[in-house]
């Protein structure tokens, strides 16, 4: 397997933009997290799903941001409308059953000018 | 609730020297642990994982961790540090009650002096 596919790796968008976060979680696992990474706030856990299923999205910082799971292998984490300060990385992974780690994607880095 | 804390955001070592990084949880059922490694630019990897079963777990490039439950601790080590060992390394917890959820502590930046 590839392991959990992000897209596009970099993104650079201008403030007020809809920016739109891809993920394909690895096939077979029902788990999907996404996550975002800031140097001051560390890794945090937005939201995440199983079975496609939206579980706790307590996570998700605004309105503006929002996550859905269409099927078992593609995720998608939207922002509208983008601010600076959404300025981060975002990771994506997925788990088989609850009792397993997670497998991390290479992330998107969203740089909002 | 259930968290995780890791001290010291950075810990510089020599080459050669034991790595000591800490984890502490607080849960009220026995969590799921795990230890990620992150090198600069690239996601997160497994390093190791303890479930249940032996509390003493190993991992991949040297490290180990042990689960003491009385101390609800989950330390990482390595007799040995190498200069590839420079990373940020992050303890995670997974909870074993209905969520399920998967969350990380804020993670220990790992210095190698030659």
């Known amino acids: 397997d590839a392991g959990v596919i992000q897209s596009p790796r970099h993104e650079v968008t201008e403030m007020g933009q809809e920016v739109t976060l891809r993920c394909k979680p690895i096939s077979g696992h029902d788990y999907l997290f996404w996550y975002r990474q800031t140097m001051m706030r560390g890794l945090e856990l937005l939201i995440y799903?199983?079975?496609?299923?939206?579980?706790?999205d307590s996570g998700m910082p605004e309105d503006r941001f929002s996550a859905k799971m269409p099927n078992a292998s593609f995720s998608t984490l939207k922002i509208q409308p983008s601010e600076p300060r959404d300025s981060a990385v975002y990771f994506c992974?997925?788990?088989?059953?609850?009792?397993?780690?997670?497998?991390f994607g290479q992330g998107t880095r969203l740089t909002v000018v | 609730a259930q968290s995780v804390t890791q001290l010291g955001s950075h810990v510089s070592v020599s080459e050669g020297a034991l790595v000591l990084l800490r984890c502490n949880y607080s849960?009220?059922?026995?969590?799921?642990l795990f230890w990620y490694v992150q090198y600069p630019n690239q996601g997160l990897q497994l390093l190791l994982k303890?479930?249940?079963?032996?509390?003493l777990v190993k991992g991949i490039n040297g490290f180990e961790a042990e689960f003491k439950k009385s101390e609800t601790s989950f330390h990482l080590t390595k007799p040995s540090a190498h200069m590839s060992d420079a990373a940020e390394y992050f303890c995670?917890?997974?909870?074993?009650?209905?969520?399920?959820?998967?969350?990380f502590g804020s993670g220990t930046r790992l210095l190698v002096r030659p």
């Open positions: 303890y479930t249940t079963g032996a509390t």
């Open positions: 799903f199983n079975n496609n299923v939206p579980i706790d």
């Open positions: 995670a917890v997974r909870r074993m009650d209905s969520s399920y959820k998967l969350i």
């Open positions: 992974a997925s788990s088989f059953r609850a009792f397993t780690e997670a497998f």
């Open positions: 849960s009220s059922v026995p969590p799921y």
